[in-house]
């Protein structure tokens, strides 16, 4: 009789020890998944980051005077194709009456304050291709609306 308690007692020992490590690596799945999730999130904040950088690189490097128009829209893909980063440019704030202006068209709005002559109000937005081995499946859209001088 003896024995045979000592075999449950081994068997409840052993349940227990599982159960606690079966709950402990549901928890490390969690954490992982949690950490390759912001992972993924900052690098996406990071290349819109530079993508509102190099849009504002591509205005102040189109001719409005060679095209007779103002740039609409900017398209710009990472290097590793990781993101995707579309801008588009809402609205273009420039002095009542400048010669920018009329190319411009219905972007333009007339201000008449000098601290503001040349903003450009920007709205971004980023996306991760979830096929890309290092985003690991996640869908990832970010959008930024921002205000910015070239």
Do not use: W
């Not at 081994?10 to 159960?19: E, K």
């Not at 490590?21 to 490390?28: H, S």
């Not at 904040?45 to 993508?51: G, I, Q, R, Y």
């Not at 490097?61 to 893909?77: F, H, M, P, Q, W």
């Amino acid at each position: 009789m003896r024995k045979g308690f000592g075999i449950l007692q081994a068997l409840l020992v052993i349940v227990l020890v599982s159960g606690i490590l079966v709950i402990a690596m549901k928890y490390a799945t969690v954490s992982v998944k949690q950490t390759a999730d912001i992972y993924v999130k900052e690098s996406a904040e990071l290349f819109m980051d530079s993508a509102i950088e190099m849009s504002l690189l591509a205005i102040s490097g189109y001719d409005r005077n060679a095209t007779n128009s103002c740039l609409k829209e900017v398209e710009i893909i990472s290097q590793d194709k990781r993101f995707v980063a579309d801008v588009n440019i809402t609205k273009y704030y420039l002095f009542a009456g400048s010669s920018d202006c009329g190319y411009c068209g219905t972007l333009c709005e007339p201000i008449k304050s000098d601290d503001s002559h040349g903003m450009v109000m920007l709205e971004v937005e980023v996306r991760a291709d979830p096929t890309h081995p290092k985003n690991r499946g996640k869908n990832i859209r970010l959008t930024r609306r921002t205000l910015q001088r070239p």
